[in-house]
């Protein structure tokens, strides 16, 4: 407005700065939060009210944060501020997981394996334990940074000694419900690191492996065959030669018919329905055995019972068996059963009642020292697995027992640590039973019932997981964790495990620690039962094995929720990413069923995982990772933290520099709003001394109001339901389309050049001041940090004379529901006129009939239908100032219809409006607003 009226008006006029600067300013502000405590202060505010429990799912302690943690923290950080908002007593207490495999891999990897074998376990615990809490800070510093409020200086570690003694404590209670046995079972097993696996610690990848046929020679002839006179055998298809050693018995689909195909003077029983592909396999003519004239035919369970020659020791005789899993689709129909390493396997054998008979040690070779008999390698005795494989095959066909070898390309299980591929294999482990006691039924129970999974839809993951899961087995054959609380007798080799020895250990790891398992002697802690039931010795020896680390968080339930002050169990929300339905959701599920039969939360909030820009998993080597901590250096937190809130976090969320440069645009929309807000209020408003009651403020501010009501309860709806892109795209689109466009641009005219404390202008401010109140708190969950910037310009009464924005009351809308949805049906025909008119406009434009190139300089006609005429007919120049045009004429039509025409009158110097003008050259208004100043000059 460059003329010399520009003195009379009243421009903006805020100290709040223009460019944010973010990366250097929110350091201080974050220092400023720290030194004053806000968390501490959110917590004494809302003391003894109704409390709410977001209960921080551990990290791993291993490396500084990436984009994944940052949102995660981020996303709960918006659930605790908007809670603290809403008067809720919110305790957050973040957490580390410190246990486990990665961490004692790069204790390994920097002492080198050879000298960490040779290394006690309790220094190497102490490594591992320096490691963790050295990355534990690391990490801590980061989020702290991304302005997370929660209790930082006490976080919980599963190292403590409490959170040691809070595993066993768990452990004791699932025990006595008899849920936890010792069994022996196969599990998937790596070789490399020396330990069990759990299935949320595989992966799979594409291999190419051997594929034999190999005829196993039957001891009993099947009926019928004798009388074809030649030996026979039953064929069967294996990818893992290696487990033939372990062979125990063969299985065959119930009801399925098997025949015989011909071969060289020897009948070879298959599948029927397979029969002629095995034999193009094999290279052979398609011949089958037969008996007086026809094929020779017997179902699977004319064959059960039969025995035949173990492969590889021949004296050993073994059954023929049914089981419902075998295939009828690949191979021969006829699966080569080892219990000993594989799962199906294994059940198929407890039921026909056949050994467990299991060759292979800890490295992967097979055990030599019984000699030559079953359950040793044979012929492959000490030697690894994968390296026998290609010796076994040779064995084979110079036997005359191999039918056909090649190669096959499928789907392998690997060690996620290592990458190396896996084994089954049948050791004593500790389980938790899944149906024993119900715990099963029970949880499948809970999650159907007692807990509320946000997005809806990811209860069916959890269902399908813990549907579908095998007994959970607990050991671990590592050293960094907290051992399972079981003791060999020296004297007789019993175990050794009850309710006295538990208790034991549970106080031996309150007072110093699981460190003192591998340091103390047992009968120094044990007490009076330091005795072996079996055989009355004194000599209880602690066995080695470690918990699954997944118990380890998975028990934070008890250690935190339920041993610390201030938190509560259950917990209200709990929430990660999707994976953890296989981890840390269920493993919390489970000990909690377990131990309590009641799920740890009441609700359950999923997040997806972080990709690039082309939806590509981030990784170093593709060199497509977003480092918050740089973001952090160059945009800042705020950044993050809006990006967080403007992505779909229940789903994958993308992140590259082109989506944070629209991000940081997005920004400074808001940014920009705020201070166009405060252009008019800093000092120069508030509510105290210049309020006005609904019903004193102009038409249109009111109808404005009742917008921002209906805006607000949609934004705090998605808060509730955990949508925060819902919330980012409620106010985005309010700020930048509504407002920016329509109302607030509709209304500087006003703010401008009425007199300074005309109603109007009043009016104005009144509407302005709600919608920076709204906006202030709706947007303080997620621009933390640029909204405890804007309190230091706001008017006082704003403040509710907070010193952080975070400690702000939620906002609480300037109407009611019934007053806001009596106004909006005129604000919905007012935006359509808007439209209807911005339509208009242009081909006004286009086509001559104006030629002044600003809207003001328009007059307006609208018809409309006679029930929004009525709507609109009380406040046509309300109409005209939301149109930025000088006046409108409204009449009746059947619909909406905006004519343009050229404004009357001439542009006012001072307000560039079209009015007639008076003596001194302004319009009225502006004659009234100079006039006021003269006045007080
Ligand atoms: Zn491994
Ligand atoms: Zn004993
Ligand atoms: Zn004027």
Redesign the pocket.
């Known amino acids: 407005m460059a003329n010399s009226y520009k003195k009379t008006t009243n421009l903006p006029k805020t100290d709040f700065p223009m460019r944010a600067g973010l990366a250097s300013s929110e350091p201080k502000r974050l220092a400023a939060w720290e030194e004053a405590d806000v968390y501490g202060l959110a917590c004494e505010q809302n003391r003894g009210n109704e409390p709410f429990v977001l209960h921080d799912g551990p990290p791993y302690a291993n490396g500084p944060i990436h984009l994944g943690h940052a949102l995660n923290k981020t996303v709960k950080d918006f659930i605790n501020r908007y809670q603290i908002m809403r008067g809720r007593e919110v305790a957050y207490v973040p957490g580390w997981d410190c246990h486990g495999q990665p961490i004692e891999h790069k204790v390994e990897e920097h002492l080198g394996t050879e000298r960490f074998n040779a290394t006690d376990p309790s220094e190497i615990r102490a490594l591992c334990r320096r490691f963790a809490v050295e990355n534990i800070d690391l990490q801590r510093q980061g989020f702290r940074r991304l302005g997370v409020l929660g209790d930082w200086e006490h976080p919980y570690l599963t190292l403590s000694n409490d959170h040691d003694a809070a595993d066993i404590e768990v452990f004791k209670r699932i025990w006595d419900t008899g849920a936890i046995y010792r069994g022996r079972k196969p599990v998937h097993w ?1 070789t ?2 020396h ?1 069990a ?1 759990a299935e949320a610690e595989i992966e799979y990848a594409d291999v190419t492996g051997p594929s034999i046929y190999v005829g196993y020679a039957m001891e009993d002839v099947p009926e019928g065959l004798a009388d074809a006179a030649m030996p026979v055998s039953v064929m069967i298809w294996t990818t893992t030669p290696w487990t033939l050693p372990a062979n125990a018995a063969v299985a065959m689909k119930p009801g399925a018919t098997y025949v015989a195909l011909a071969h060289d003077g020897r009948a070879y029983i298959v599948l029927e329905d397979l029969a002629p592909r095995v034999a193009s396999v094999a290279g052979w003519e398609p011949e089958l055995v037969e008996v007086g004239g026809e094929p020779w035919r017997a179902t699977a369970e004319e064959l059960s019972g039969l025995r035949y020659h173990q492969p590889v020791f021949d004296d050993v005789l073994c059954p023929v068996i049914t089981a419902d899993y075998v295939g009828t689709e690949d191979g021969t129909g006829i699966v080569h059963i080892a219990p000993g390493h594989g799962a199906d396997d294994f059940y198929a054998g407890v039921a026909a009642g056949i050994p467990v008979v299991m060759p292979v040690d800890d490295d992967g070779r097979f055990y030599s020292d019984s000699g030559d008999t079953w359950g040793t390698g044979g012929p492959w005795s000490g030697m690894e697995v994968t390296e026998a494989n290609p010796k076994i095959v040779r064995w084979l066909e110079d036997r005359g027992a191999l039918v056909h070898a090649g190669t096959v390309e499928h789907s392998y299980p690997h ?6 591929p ?1 084994i089954f294999r049948a050791t004593d482990q500790w389980f938790v039973s899944m149906d024993d006691t119900g715990l099963r039924r029970r949880s499948l129970d809970a999650i159907e019932n007692e807990v509320r999974w946000y997005p809806a839809s990811s209860v069916k993951r959890i269902r399908a997981m813990v549907e579908g899961r095998p007994d959970w087995c607990l050991s671990r054959q590592r050293v960094w964790g907290v051992p399972i609380p079981s003791f060999t007798c020296a004297d007789c080799g019993a175990s050794v495990m009850n309710d006295a020895t538990l208790d034991a250990v549970i106080a031996l790891f309150h007072e110093k620690g699981s460190d003192a398992w591998y340091t103390d002697d047992p009968s120094s802690y044990l007490g009076d039962a330091d005795v072996c039931p079996e055989c009355g010795g004194h000599h209880l020896v602690p066995d080695r094995d470690i918990l699954d680390v997944w118990w380890d968080s998975g028990v934070s339930h008890t250690a935190v929720l339920k041993d610390r002050e201030g938190l509560a169990f259950p917990a209200d929300l709990y929430v990660e990413g999707s994976d953890q339905h296989r981890g840390w959701f269920q493993s919390s599920l489970l000990t909690s069923m377990g131990a309590y039969s009641c799920p740890p939360f009441k609700g359950v909030l999923t997040l997806g995982f972080t990709l690039d820009g082309q939806g590509r998993k981030m990784s170093k080597s593709l060199g497509n990772t977003v480092d918050p901590n740089e973001i952090f250096d160059t945009l800042g937190a705020d950044i993050v933290r809006l990006w967080v809130a403007s992505v779909d976090s229940t789903s994958d969320m993308a992140c590259d520099k082109e989506i944070l440069d629209r991000v940081s645009d997005a920004y400074r929309r808001f940014r920009n709003t705020f201070r166009f807000l405060l252009g008019e209020l800093e000092g120069q408003f508030d509510l105290e001394t210049d309020g006005l009651p609904a019903s004193e403020l102009t038409a249109l501010d009111r109808l404005a109001l009742a917008r921002l009501s209906e805006v607000h309860a949609q934004v705090e709806e998605a808060y509730g339901e955990y949508r925060f892109n819902q919330v980012y795209r409620l106010l985005y689109d309010y700020v930048v389309t509504e407002l920016s466009n329509g109302y607030l641009n509709a209304t500087k005219d006003r703010m401008y050049c009425d007199a300074a404390d005309s109603a109007a202008r009043r009016s104005a401010q009144n509407a302005w001041y709600q919608i920076l109140s709204m906006l202030l708190r709706d947007l303080q969950p997620i621009l933390a940090y640029t909204c405890d910037e804007v309190l230091a310009y706001v008017p006082a009464s704003m403040r509710e004379g907070k010193g952080f924005a975070a400690l702000l009351s939620w906002y609480e809308a300037p109407m009611d529901a019934a007053e806001r949805d009596a106004l909006l049906p005129a604000y919905r025909v007012l935006t359509e006129v808007r439209n209807a008119y911005t339509k208009a406009y242009e081909e006004a434009l286009a086509s001559g009939a104006v030629t002044e190139k600003t809207t003001q300089a328009t007059r307006v006609s609208v018809t409309l239908p006679q029930a929004s005429l009525d709507l609109l007919a009380p406040m046509a120049g309300d109409v005209a100032e939301f149109l930025v045009c000088s006046e409108v004429e409204l009449s009746c039509g059947d619909g909406l219809a905006v004519t343009v025409a050229p404004a009357r009158g001439e542009k006012c110097p001072r307000c560039w409006n079209w009015r007639e003008l008076g003596d001194d050259g302004l319009c009225d208004r502006c004659h009234e607003a100079v006039d006021a100043l003269e006045g007080d000059a």
């Open positions: 790596c490399h690191c330990t696996l060690c996620w640590r290592c990458k190396n896996v």
